[in-house]
């Protein structure tokens, strides 16, 4: 008889009395009591990999398939009102009704696979007590100074307090499955902006290094909290074997080619889904699958800056300074030179270990300019009185007093003195060179251009990099003008921007080796803009 109904049901009943299965039953107390245990095994945010499973391609919003799906697990066998029933996880509102009408109405075999999956659960279980984690993590217990110590410990930068907020963001998630759109949370993203900074700023840059180091210290906290459980876990595929989903499998992916895409051509994780026909959850999942080293940092960012003051703390011993400076009697100059740490540093260590110094007069004296290495580096390699004081740590008006003393001639202003003025490139495809070889600021245009893809229109690319929306349009323009080919399909509302296939085979050929490295010499990143990491707004795409 419930078989029969199947057909007359709304999808909340077709779960609650399993109609879409071959063994439908009616609610008894104790499927009743099984449906209400079945909470602790579920989180409130949907495993990753099931998410790319029941996610189409295109059509639905991320967030609404990962918060609806397991509320909607909780209805088999359980009698009580919508609201009632998923009152742990997120109340029931009305359009999660919606929800699972349109996805059995293109999908058929979602619902069997929800009534699976909380079969499963209740024969099985699961390794992981959501409702024994959401108890104890209300919170994540990080500081500004275990954060920095966590980064140090791999490598990497620290950042700001936006970037420690959503590294607590991120175990949070890990340890509880939580929503973070959900606002009862006290990591709940408060705006759009926070979101899509978490999604594309943070998980963007989390390198290999960095994620394992934050999943170590996620073990820790749930050792502290004597739970012996994995950090992560989610129900086996073979759930839902012989069903048509409107997703692939997580394995379904050729890594090869988002490693390509994201490591080496440096694209975003949407703008490479919309190359290889995926979700940009389904390419998150595969990046966590890859190896991504971690940034090189500069000299003066924070770790380098830590792994230099470990080394001389290591290194600059009572010991040492008696050896090298007082009986070797080397300077602090030549110090410097044979340890590479900078003489205020040296003194500062000296004059902890008590040892007098007798050169400290001579520490602020600028090192002479080589009026040979000078020239060359002006006339030969065009460099900037900047560019070279940066590198030899004097003003750039020291640097220009020198030029003038060394009679040695400035490079020239404005666009005659760009580094890319003049110069030819037979080595590149044709449509770079037509961009690059005549007007100026080519490379700049380039460069624009490959950092807007991944955003949905040019409004939210202008806000992320920071670039006026009319400046970002006649560069894009002017780009199609030179190379005389249309790169964009423009963005209307619910669809989003996108390259078309001479875009993409445009920003293919900036991937090329010789291009990237021309690229990143004449064309710099702006400040704020990391390759990878696009910024949406949740008014034109909700994830």
């Not at 009572?318 to 590479?340: H, M, P, S, V």
């Amino acid at each position: 008889m419930l078989s029969a109904a199947d057909a007359h049901l709304i999808p909340t009943d077709r779960l609650r009395y399993r109609t879409p299965t071959s063994t439908p039953r009616l609610v008894t107390r104790e499927s009743a009591a099984v449906a209400a245990e079945r909470a602790r095994h579920l989180p409130e945010y949907l495993w990753p990999e099931w998410i790319i499973r029941l996610r189409p391609v295109a059509g639905s919003f991320t967030d609404t398939i990962a918060t609806d799906i397991p509320a909607a697990l909780l209805l088999p066998g359980n009698p009580l009102h919508n609201k009632a029933a998923t009152a742990e996880l997120t109340p029931w509102r009305g359009n999660r009704s919606r929800t699972l009408s349109l996805l059995a109405e293109r999908n058929p075999d979602v619902l069997t696979a929800l009534v699976n999956l909380a079969d499963y659960l209740d024969i099985h279980g699961s390794p992981i007590d959501y409702r024994r984690r959401r108890a104890q993590f209300t919170d994540v217990a990080m500081n500004r100074r275990q954060w920095e110590e966590l980064c140090y410990s791999v490598d990497a930068h620290p950042g700001q307090a936006t970037r420690h907020l959503n590294a607590r963001r991120y175990l949070f998630v890990q340890l509880t499955g939580a929503s973070l759109t959900n606002t009862r949370h006290p990591l709940a993203f408060p705006n759009a902006g926070d979101k899509n900074d978490y999604l594309f700023a943070f998980h963007g840059g989390l390198s290999t290094p960095l994620r394992q180091a934050l999943h170590d210290y996620a073990r820790a906290l749930l050792r502290s909290h004597s739970i012996d459980e994995p950090l992560t876990w989610a129900p086996p595929g073979h759930c839902v074997t012989g069903l048509t989903l409107p997703g692939r499998e997580p394995d379904d992916i050729d890594l090869a080619a988002v490693d390509q895409l994201i490591n080496r051509q440096r694209l975003t994780a949407s703008a490479a889904a919309v190359m290889l026909g995926v979700t940009t959850e389904h390419v998150r999942y595969a990046i966590s699958q890859l190896h991504r080293p971690g940034k090189h940092n500069g000299r003066n960012t924070p770790p380098a800056s830590r792994r230099l003051r470990e080394r001389a703390t290591a290194l600059l011993t009572a010991e040492f300074f008696r050896r090298e400076y007082q009986d070797a009697g080397k300077n602090l100059r030549t110090i410097e030179a044979e340890t590479g740490i900078h003489r205020k540093l040296l003194a500062k260590h000296a004059k902890a270990h008590g040892i007098e110094l007798t050169d400290l007069r001579t520490l602020n004296k600028p090192v002479p300019l080589d009026p040979d290495w000078l020239r060359e580096q002006t006339e030969v390699h065009q460099r900037s009185a900047t560019d070279i004081a940066a590198e030899v740590e004097l003003t750039p008006e020291t640097v220009r007093r020198n030029l003038i003393r060394f009679n040695i001639a400035r490079r020239p202003q404005g666009f005659a003195g760009m580094p890319s003025h003049g110069r030819t490139h037979p080595d590149l495809p044709q449509e770079i060179r037509r961009a690059v070889e005549g007007p100026p600021h080519g490379w700049l245009r380039l460069r624009r251009f490959q950092q807007i893809i991944g955003y949905p229109s040019i409004n939210v690319a202008s806000r992320a990099i920071k670039v006026s929306a009319a400046t970002l349009t006649a560069q894009i323009a002017k780009l199609e003008a030179d190379i005389g080919k249309s790169l964009l399909n423009r963005g209307r509302p619910r669809h989003p921007m996108t390259p078309t296939e001479d875009g993409h085979a445009l920003l293919a050929m900036l991937g090329h080796p010789r291009a990237a490295e021309l690229l990143d010499r004449y064309a710099k990143p702006l400040r704020g803009w990391r390759p990878g990491d696009p910024r949406r707004d949740r008014t034109t795409q909700r994830q």
